[in-house]
C-alpha cells in the first residue's frame, strides 16, 4: 500500500501497487466475495481482515496508502481499519455517496486511489477532513505512502518516474512491472523495492491491475513466497 503508479492504456489502465509491511501480514492468495451485488476480489490482510486494494465487476477499484500528506501520530484505538474500510466502500453506490455517506470519524489518516467507472479519484482523509481531487485517467500518476517517504522522497520518487516514461515507448505491463521492482537509485529505504529496519518493512508483493475493455484482471506477486495469482472479472454491462 505504499507505492502505486496509474497508467493509461488503449482500452483501459494499468494501476500497479507495491505493498511495504511487515512480512506476517502477506497474504497468499486472492479472495474473492460477492458484496452488495458485485463480484469483488481482493488479496485480504493477514491483520485485521481488511485489504489495501480490492476491484469489482462493475468497473470500480480501490487501492489504499496509508497516511494522507505527511507522517502523523498514532490515536489508538480507531474505529475500524483502513482495509475494512476498503471493503465497506463497495456498499455505495458511487464514489460521491461515499465521500458524503461514510462515518470518517476516528478513522487513521489514508490516502484512497479510487476508479469509479471513468472517473479518477485522488481522496485523502487528514483526520479532520476530507480532501478529494478528481485526476484525469488519460494521465500518467504515481502515489508513495506518507507515512513512509517524506515529501523530498516523495518529490524524487515522482522524477524517477517521470525520467522512466521521457525514456521510452514501451508501457506494457512487463515494462511497468520492471519500474516496480527495480526503479529507484539503488538505496533500499526508498527505492520503489524497499527494505528498512532489518526486513521489518520491506516490499511485500506487488499487485497490478490490467483494465481493458470487457474484463479486469487481478495479478499478485507475493514475494516473500513468491507465489503468484490471477483473477479475472468480466465487467458487467450497465
Not at 482500452?11 to 469483488?40: C, M, V, W
Not at 481482515?49 to 484505538?77: K, M
Not at 474484463?215 to 479475472?232: A, S
Request: hydrophobic fraction near 35%; charge should be positive.
Amino acid at each position: 500500500m505504499c507505492t502505486v503508479t496509474f497508467l493509461p492504456q488503449k482500452e483501459g489502465y494499468i494501476l500497479t501497487s507495491n505493498r511495504d509491511e511487515s512480512a506476517l501480514r502477506s497474504p497468499q492468495n486472492i479472495t474473492s466475495i460477492t458484496k452488495n451485488g458485485q463480484k469483488l476480489v481482493f488479496p485480504r490482510d493477514k491483520g485485521a481482515g481488511g485489504s489495501w486494494i480490492t476491484l469489482s465487476d462493475s468497473n470500480r477499484l480501490v487501492c489504499l496508502l496509508n497516511g494522507a500528506f505527511e507522517r502523523h501520530e498514532r490515536q489508538l484505538p480507531y474505529r475500524i481499519s483502513r482495509g475494512q474500510m476498503v471493503l465497506e466502500f463497495f456498499d455505495y453506490q458511487d464514489a460521491n455517496l461515499f465521500f458524503r455517506q461514510f462515518n470518517f470519524d476516528n478513522i487513521e489518516p489514508f490516502t484512497m486511489i479510487i476508479i469509479d467507472k471513468e472517473q479518477l479519484y485522488d481522496f485523502r482523509w487528514d483526520g479532520q477532513r476530507q480532501h478529494v481531487l478528481a485526476l484525469d485517467p488519460q494521465e500518467r500518476h504515481i502515489w508513495s505512502s506518507a507515512t513512509l517517504y517524506e515529501k523530498e522522497v516523495q518529490d524524487k520518487r515522482k522524477k524517477w518516474f517521470a525520467e522512466w516514461i521521457a525514456e521510452r515507448t514501451d508501457f506494457s505491463r512487463a515494462a511497468i512491472l520492471e519500474l516496480h521492482k527495480k526503479g529507484g537509485e539503488g538505496n533500499p529505504s526508498i527505492d520503489f523495492m524497499m527494505n528498512r529496519y532489518n526486513y521489518l518493512v520491506q516490499t511485500i508483493s506487488i499487485t497490478q491491475i490490467i483494465k481493458t475493455k470487457q474484463v479486469v484482471e487481478m495479478f499478485y506477486h507475493d514475494l516473500i513466497t513468491n507465489q503468484k495469482r490471477t483473477k479475472t472479472l468480466k465487467i458487467k454491462k450497465e
